[in-house]
């Protein structure tokens, strides 16, 4: 059965040639007569019924393409089974579309030739619409043309076209129409005769569309009368097509290869070399190949298909579109999954861009308050230095003024005596002060070493500082070098984007000539079918095979067992009068 991706492609080209203005609305005259043609073709019953109830008529103008497509759906695709020709289906709706979208007349290929390269642009475009040939797929469908028509690849040629073709287009692909313009001007195959180039393709188009693996004149061996005849095979994905000759006219049966089958090679006999044979369930067919070349390449190619047939897989062509696909796929995740990890680097980098400004403030503010502290540490010392100098003067004074007493108290030791005790208290007093004086130098060292503490601390802080700064530098350096990158994307898709604008304009102005010579074409038709009809008139009257309609009679109308009779009371009478003659005469 067929898919419905594989269906939906050759009716979108449909839709989208009816879709004259690219809006993405059909109207829905277009859209029962495209219908119609689908299920006429498609062998399934038309029901105009549903249809008018899908559609009913609104105030909302033409009907839509996602009006369309539950209908397209529900009441055709669903229905369709394998019993109608996709070959015809596919000509329906080429039918439709390659006349409002291909110019013939620079092409260098039949309009035969651009139907097959538009089914091949079907099969191997993406499943995405707009329907685009990816690159890839552009480069496996010339290097298969080039190989059917025996020239060699340029690699070098087409890595240049394609680098041409992406920067002019954001997806690197071509429409159908652009493929066919590609195929049909000889880009990749100067030099190459028109036949040649048409042989090429009919290959390619049997071996992608029709699943032809192999297929040639084989001698074979006749079932009921063992004689031999020159057939043409065609071996497909998992039958053996065998024709009177390669115009495919007269088709003589079918091999169907199952797992149960298998191919053989036989020793020569009976006068003929290269033989081999085809086992099935139910037949066996003995083949003769021409040379043991092509003996070769039809057993391998049985073979092959027999094991895609017991593994219940496609043909190898589709397998590798399918493979090919999937490594497309995977390749567009792993793009998106690495766009959204430099998204996440560079919201991550702001981030810390972020936190590195919130950490140099804070280092600034934490560089101020160390600032004040160190200014007023230094006051503050500053101030204690001064106490204790003054402190100190002080001293010394006492000092010297308490050692001239002592000196004068002890040259007049003998006169003072009575003094005595005086003395002795103030030498207690004395010694109390240098007490003092102690205390206050052991402050003064331990102050020395709070302050080599705090110079410690404060050069372990700048050191901090330093590497901070360091890497506040490296970061800026990264993030400037990433906006010079992103620079220069923006200013390349802005040129992509320009080119692409020119050539919308281009392709606007084409479609505004043809939508012109539309219309002086639909008022020639007009003229001539005015005409025409004026003319086919004027030979009716004079041939005598118009008829003046007359007012009917108005008296009551005579009925028959037939209905309402068609003649008049008069006409009534005479004719009974013709029948009681016609009795009478008969009597006599």
């Not at 230095?385 to 007049?412: F, G, I, N, P």
């Not at 700064?469 to 992509?496: D, G, I, P, S």
Request: charge should be neutral; include cysteine.
């Amino acid at each position: 059965m067929w898919k419905s991706d594989e269906l939906l492609k050759p009716i979108w080209h449909a839709f989208s040639a009816l879709d004259v203005d690219k809006s993405g609305k059909v109207s829905k005259s277009q859209l029962k007569v495209l219908s119609y043609n689908l299920c006429t073709v498609m062998n399934i019953p038309h029901d105009p019924i549903s249809l008018e109830e899908h559609f009913k008529d609104d105030d909302r103008g033409p009907v839509s393409n996602q009006g369309y497509m539950p209908y397209l759906k529900r009441f055709i695709l669903e229905k369709a089974r394998d019993n109608f020709d996709m070959q015809e289906f596919n000509k329906m709706c080429w039918t439709l579309s390659y006349k409002k979208n291909m110019s013939s007349r620079s092409l260098l290929i039949s309009n035969e030739d651009a139907f097959k390269v538009w089914c091949i642009f079907n099969f191997l475009c993406e499943d995405a619409y707009p329907l685009v040939i990816l690159a890839e797929e552009i480069e496996y469908l010339l290097r298969k043309l080039l190989e059917a028509m025996g020239s060699s690849w340029n690699q070098d040629r087409f890595a240049e076209y394609k680098l041409q073709l992406s920067l002019q287009r954001n997806n690197g692909g071509l429409s159908a129409w652009e493929l066919i313009n590609l195929v049909g001007m000889a880009h990749f195959s100067k030099g190459m005769n028109r036949q040649t180039v048409s042989m090429g393709i009919t290959q390619v188009y049997q071996e992608l569309i029709l699943d032809v693996l192999k297929q040639g004149y084989v001698m074979k061996k006749g079932h009921k009368m063992k004689i031999w005849s020159e057939r043409w095979f065609i071996l497909r994905s998992n039958t053996l097509s065998y024709y009177l000759s390669e115009d495919l006219v007269d088709k003589r049966g079918d091999v169907v290869l199952d797992q149960n089958s298998s191919v053989e090679s036989l020793p020569d006999r009976e006068g003929k070399k290269c033989l081999f044979v085809v086992r099935c369930a139910d037949r066996i067919f003995e083949l003769c190949a021409t040379d043991k070349k092509r003996k070769q390449e039809w057993i391998q190619a049985l073979q092959t298909c027999l094991q895609q047939v017991r593994l219940g897989l496609l043909s190898p062509h589709r397998e590798a579109r399918l493979r090919r696909q999937e490594l497309r796929q995977k390749h567009t995740v792993e793009e998106e999954e690495l766009t959204e990890r430099m998204r996440q680097l560079q919201a991550t980098n702001e981030n810390k861009q972020i936190e590195l400004e919130v950490m140099r403030k804070k280092l600034e503010e934490a560089a101020a308050i160390a600032a004040m502290e160190e200014e007023r540490r230094r006051q503050t010392q500053t101030d204690l230095q001064d106490r204790y100098m003054l402190d100190m003067a002080r001293e010394k004074m006492e000092r010297e003024q308490m050692e001239q007493q002592v000196a004068q108290k002890t040259s007049e030791l003998d006169q003072y005596l009575q003094r005595v005790g005086e003395l002795e208290d103030m030498y207690k007093r004395l010694q109390d002060a240098l007490d003092q004086q102690r205390t206050a130098k052991e402050e003064e060292e331990a102050m020395r070493r709070r302050q080599a503490r705090l110079l410690a601390e404060e050069a372990g802080k700048r050191v901090e500082l330093e590497q901070l700064h360091l890497q506040q530098q490296r970061a800026m350096c990264q993030v400037q070098a990433e906006k010079q990158e992103l620079v220069e994307e923006r200013q390349a898709q802005e040129r992509a984007l320009q080119a692409a604008t020119l050539q919308l304009q281009t392709l606007e102005e084409e479609r505004q000539g043809a939508l012109e010579q539309y219309q002086e074409v639909t008022k020639k038709l007009t003229l001539a079918a005015n005409k025409t009809k004026k003319w086919k008139t004027r030979v009716a009257e004079h041939e005598g095979l118009v008829r003046l309609i007359q007012p009917g009679h108005k008296g009551p109308q005579i009925m028959t067992n037939w209905g309402p009779a068609s003649f008049t009371d008069a006409e009534l009478e005479l004719r009974k009068k013709s029948w009681q003659e016609k009795k009478n005469q008969g009597v006599h």
